[in-house]
């Protein structure tokens, strides 16, 4: 599936943030896309400060990698499930 037909199918898009990928200009486009489309998107870090983030990101809730399983478990909890027949 393209990027792009996947953010708009997404309820939620989480964009894993490391050092590495701060220079990325393709998390800052997917990013902007998702948020252009009302996404709630989540900045993971990892090995990172909050407020080392890009300035799009700062204002947005961001969750430590090393707390994946809580935010999963709070994820499960938001979105729909997924339909099986698809």
């Known amino acids: 599936m393209q990027i792009d037909g996947a953010l708009?199918?997404?309820?939620?898009?989480?964009?894993l943030v490391?050092?590495?990928?701060?220079?990325?200009?393709?998390?800052?486009?997917?990013?902007?896309?998702a948020l252009g489309l009302g996404k709630r998107v989540v900045p993971m870090v990892e090995d990172l400060n909050p407020s080392q983030l890009p300035p799009a990101l700062l204002p947005l809730q961001s969750v430590d990698a090393r707390d994946l399983f809580r935010y999963l478990a709070e994820l499960s909890k938001r979105v729909k499930p997924a339909d099986p027949a698809i």
Not at 8 to 15: F, K, L, N
Not at 18 to 33: D, I, M
């Open 8 to 15: 708009r199918d997404s309820d939620e898009v989480i964009t």
């Open 18 to 33: 490391t050092s590495n990928s701060l220079s990325s200009p393709w998390v800052s486009f997917e990013v902007g896309a």
